[in-house]
């Protein structure tokens, strides 16, 4: 699967979850990466999520979750009608 095929498919899998915080953490944490749970609750924190070459930076998880959708969103806009 190639990294496009996998935002794609991460993007909506957060969209669409009932919880996308959760779906983030078990993408994060399925990839190898690291969840601070602790911070992840902290809404006057910064907090970074980098998942398939994309960053998303916000108070919180949820702001950082937020941002990153709506860069992966943009990104997947840009390849389609950029090219």
Request: net charge negative.
């Amino acid at each position: 699967m190639t990294q496009s095929e996998l935002l794609r498919q991460a993007s909506k899998l957060i969209a669409e979850a009932k919880d996308p915080l959760a779906e983030v953490r078990a993408i994060v944490l399925k990839n190898g990466g690291f969840w601070n749970d602790e911070l992840a609750e902290c809404s006057t924190q910064l907090f970074e999520i980098h998942l398939f070459g994309i960053s998303g930076l916000g108070l919180g998880a949820k702001n950082a979750v937020d941002d990153w959708l709506k860069k992966a969103g943009l990104l997947d806009y840009e390849r389609e009608n950029c090219t």
